[in-house]
């Protein structure tokens, strides 16, 4: 189920999917960076500040 399959048609059912499957994977990606960067914040300079 990838766009550049020759099956894929763009229909609204795919577009709410992929819709939400992104905004998903974006917010975990976004969650993540945070906690990465505030723990190095948390380590690094914060301790040594």
Sequence with gaps: MFPF???????MS???F?????LAL???GLGM???ICRA???TYIRKNG
């Design 5 to 11: 399959c020759f099956e894929w048609m763009w229909d």
């Design 14 to 16: 795919h577009i709410v």
């Design 18 to 22: 992929m819709g939400g499957l992104w």
């Design 26 to 28: 974006i917010t975990i």
């Design 33 to 35: 960076t945070y906690c």
């Design 40 to 42: 190095f914040y948390d």
